[in-house]
């Protein structure tokens, strides 16, 4: 099976931009979360998808934001950048239960670098 | 809230020499999963083991080994016979057992293993 797949792997942009990211899940997976990396504050949480609804929220502002299509593939974007939103943004699946859906391995994808000047 | 905490932020060890990374967890719940994740400088995250608070077994996969221990809340990882390819960023992480929490992770701050020859 194919792994988590993001693009672009790369990005540069500048201050006050916005920026789509695309994920894509392993195949049968359902729920897709979001996670940003940076230096200063580890990995954290941004949101969770599962059947084209936001599942859960970390403690992000609204900028950021996200989708969720049928087929499972997701989106996240980010409105207005600021120079801190430079960050490794990775995307994780996991198989996605409508009950007791808490817990479930998830399985990331290599990550979109994201280069605000 | 959940914390997890990788008190050692760096590690530097010979080749062939055992390893243990630390990890230590706070929740409230009952019911929770903790993991582990390999970060190689290519910045995927890669899945090594999940388990749940109930099992307390030790496990063990090859040069991998998992000591479990609830009274401690200590969920440590071992590697027997380092090698340069296990050079790497090693995460825990917590998720706790609530439909409020979806698969949401929270990692520690990781550490950063170097295996040199």
């Known amino acids: 099976k194919a792994g988590v797949t993001q693009t672009p792997r790369y990005l540069i942009k500048t201050r006050g931009q916005q920026v789509t990211l695309s994920c894509s899940p392993i195949s049968g997976h359902r729920s897709v979360s979001w996670y940003q990396q940076t230096p200063g504050q580890g990995l954290q949480f941004l949101f969770e998808y599962f059947s084209e609804t936001q599942r859960n929220k970390g403690n992000f502002p609204g900028r950021f934001s996200g989708r969720q299509f049928s087929n499972s593939r997701s989106e996240m974007n980010v409105s207005t950048l600021e120079l801190g939103d430079s960050a490794l943004y990775l995307c994780?699946?996991?198989?996605?239960?409508?009950?007791?859906?808490?817990?479930?391995?998830?399985?990331f994808g290599p990550g979109t670098r994201l280069l605000v000047l | 809230a959940q914390k997890v905490t990788q008190a050692q932020t760096e590690i530097s060890v010979v080749e062939k020499e055992d390893v243990t990374l630390d990890c230590v967890y706070e929740?409230?719940?009952?019911?929770?999963?903790l993991f582990w994740y390999k970060q190689p400088p290519s910045g995927e995250l890669v899945f090594l083991i999940r388990?749940?608070?109930?099992?307390?077994q030790n496990e063990i996969s090859g040069r991998y080994s998992w000591n479990f221990q609830k009274s401690t809340s200590s969920f440590n990882f071992t590697i027997t016979a380092s090698q340069v390819v296990d050079s790497a960023v090693y995460f825990c992480a917590l998720s706790e057992a609530r439909e409020t929490s979806g698969s949401r992770l929270t990692f520690g701050e990781g550490t950063q293993l170097t295996v040199n020859p």
């Open positions: 388990r749940n608070s109930f099992d307390e």
């Open positions: 994780a699946s996991s198989l996605g239960r409508v009950r007791r859906f808490y817990g479930e391995t998830q399985y």
């Open positions: 929740t409230r719940d009952t019911t929770y999963y």
